[in-house]
Every structure is written in C-alpha cells, then in structure tokens.
C-alpha cells in the first residue's frame, strides 16, 4: 500500500529577527499611522467600505517608494518571495516577480476582511506589525472546497493538512507569503486595541 500526497497548498511563514527587528517593526508602525493621517481619500473610502477600520488600498498603494522604511521592507520580502517561488518551482520563463502594490490595514474593534482572492497576481501576503491578543487569525480555505459534495466532514481534531479550514495565528514582525488564488479571510478583531498590517501583491512581469 502507498500513499501519495498531490497538489498541496504550501504557505510560507518567516519572521524578522535581529537586534534592531523590534525597533524597525515599532517604527513602521508609527509610519502606518502617519499614513492613515494624511489620507483623507483613504478614510473617506474605509469608511464605507471598511467599517471600524482603514486601508490604504485605494489610495496609497506604493508604500516603499514614498518612505524609506517601507522601502527597506521590501527589500527583505522580494529575498522571501524569492524563496517561496523557488520552493513552488515556478518556471518565470525569463521574467520576474515584482511588487506592484503594497498598502496598510489598520483593523479596530469588530472590523474584519471576508473571504477574498487576490486576481490577477502571482503572491501576495502579509507582513504584521500590531497583533493584540485575541484580534483574530489569518483563515484559508481549501482552494478544492466547492467540489467536495459528497465527501464526509474532517474530524475536528483533524490534522491541519486535512482541515477545510486553517487558522494561523500571527505576531508582529511575522510574514505570511500565499500564491494570490488562496482564498483567505481576516476575522473580526475582538479587542479594542488596532491591528496593523501591511499586504502586498507580487505580479509576474515578463
């Protein structure tokens, strides 16, 4: 008898680390809310969109080339990203991988991100700055999840490899990498401290 595991979902987890790690997270997060200050487009726009939270999504999308933090950022996720495509095996055919949009999440009280893709981008992720006890998990979905039908539900004690759903927990300064057709979702934030994010969106330029 064998087993074989085939088509798996892997999802990349690093963390910054060094003697100047906590400094750099603390002062990006300064910078996320010198951001949500200045923006009153994006406020306008998280306020209908995105109640009790702020985004930059859809106003300031280019974070590391307007702060030099962020920029530094960058650097240091394109060495991740660079890692992950090479653990997927992904032939870029003479191309490369390329950030082409970078913004803030700043999530309050009861403000949550339903379940979403990423269209049209190759990887993106998460890099977090402020998790507080009990703000939420990261959740994915099983991309196979619409074609089980008739298949019986995994034990709740289920490893996570066989669950239809998977919670990760983050912490500052932990980066979250998926392949940008991951369905995923941010449940509510349950305490009254803001968590703060920072996404991104890695497209194939050929």
Same mark, same amino acid.
């Given at each position: #008898? +064998?087993?074989?595991?085939?088509?798996?979902?892997?999802?990349?987890?690093? %963390?910054?680390?060094?003697?100047?790690? %906590? !400094?750099?997270?603390?002062?990006?997060?300064?910078?996320?809310?010198?951001?949500?200050? +200045? !923006?009153?487009?994006?406020?306008?726009? +998280?306020?209908?969109?995105?109640?009790?939270?702020?985004? /930059?999504? /859809?106003?300031?999308?280019?974070?590391?080339?307007? /702060?030099?933090?962020? !920029?530094? $950022?960058?650097?240091?996720?394109?060495?991740?990203?660079?890692?992950?495509?090479?653990? *997927?095996? #992904?032939? $870029?055919?003479?191309? &490369? $991988?390329?950030?082409?949009?970078?913004?803030?999440?700043?999530?309050?009280?009861?403000?949550?991100?339903?379940?979403?893709?990423?269209? *049209? +981008?190759?990887?993106?992720?998460?890099?977090? *700055?402020?998790?507080?006890?009990?703000?939420?998990?990261?959740?994915?979905?099983?991309? &196979? *999840?619409?074609?089980? #039908?008739?298949?019986?539900?995994?034990?709740?004690?289920?490893?996570?490899?066989?669950?239809?759903?998977?919670?990760?927990?983050? @912490?500052?300064?932990?980066?979250?990498?998926?392949?940008?057709?991951?369905?995923?979702?941010?449940?509510?934030?349950?305490? @009254?401290?803001?968590?703060?994010?920072?996404?991104?969106?890695?497209?194939?330029? &050929?």
């Amino acid at each position: #008898m +064998s087993i074989h595991s085939l088509f798996p979902t892997d999802i990349y987890i690093s %963390k910054k680390t060094g003697p100047k790690a %906590k !400094d750099f997270i603390r002062s990006l997060t300064k910078e996320a809310r010198l951001f949500q200050a +200045s !923006d009153p487009e994006g406020m306008r726009w +998280s306020k209908k969109n995105y109640p009790a939270g702020y985004t /930059s999504y /859809s106003s300031i999308s280019n974070l590391p080339f307007r /702060s030099s933090g962020f !920029d530094r $950022l960058k650097t240091w996720i394109d060495g991740q990203v660079s890692k992950y495509a090479e653990h *997927l095996e #992904m032939d $870029l055919d003479g191309g &490369r $991988l390329e950030m082409g949009t970078c913004w803030i999440n700043i999530m309050g009280k009861h403000s949550h991100h339903s379940f979403h893709i990423h269209p *049209l +981008s190759a990887i993106s992720g998460t890099f977090y *700055l402020q998790v507080p006890k009990g703000s939420g998990p990261f959740k994915i979905e099983d991309p &196979r *999840l619409g074609f089980f #039908m008739g298949s019986p539900p995994r034990k709740p004690k289920a490893s996570p490899r066989n669950q239809r759903f998977v919670n990760l927990n983050p @912490e500052a300064g932990m980066l979250v990498l998926f392949e940008s057709w991951m369905k995923h979702e941010v449940p509510a934030n349950l305490v @009254e401290q803001e968590r703060i994010s920072v996404s991104f969106n890695y497209d194939w330029v &050929r």
